[in-house]
């Protein structure tokens, strides 16, 4: 019995279109202001930070993150322009939570 076994070829395997279609202006500018929010280390862990909690109060990620407040607060600021983080004050304080547009995408690139 010969053991004849149907792969792909060459061309298949390395040049299939992985996306439907190429990035837009816009969509390529929106994705690498999303890119470079999480280009830092302290911002990742963030993130993450929030996204396990789903709901975090800024004081309490000083002592996680080994940050002072206004560090904290600048790196909150770039998660929010970028459009990943939604805070609401209470307060002195504000409580952090992964912005719900985009909770799929935030899972996603934490799941890595």
């Not at 816009?26 to 280390?41: E, F, M, N, R, V």
């Not at 600048?74 to 985009?102: C, N, Q």
Request: hydrophobic content about 40%; proline content about 7%.
């Amino acid at each position: 019995m010969s053991a004849t076994a149907t792969q792909p070829s060459p061309s298949a395997t390395c040049c299939s279109p992985i996306s439907d279609a190429p990035l837009s202006e816009a969509d390529a500018g929106s994705l690498a202001h999303t890119y470079a929010a999480l280009a830092d280390p302290v911002r990742l862990r963030l993130l993450s930070l929030i996204a396990a909690s789903g709901e975090r109060c800024s004081c309490d990620l000083t002592d996680p993150l080994g940050k002072s407040q206004p560090t904290v607060s600048h790196h909150t600021k770039v998660l929010v322009e970028a459009g990943l983080i939604v805070g609401e004050k209470r307060g002195r304080w504000t409580y952090w939570r992964v912005a719900p547009s985009r909770v799929d995408v935030v899972a996603r690139l934490l799941d890595a």
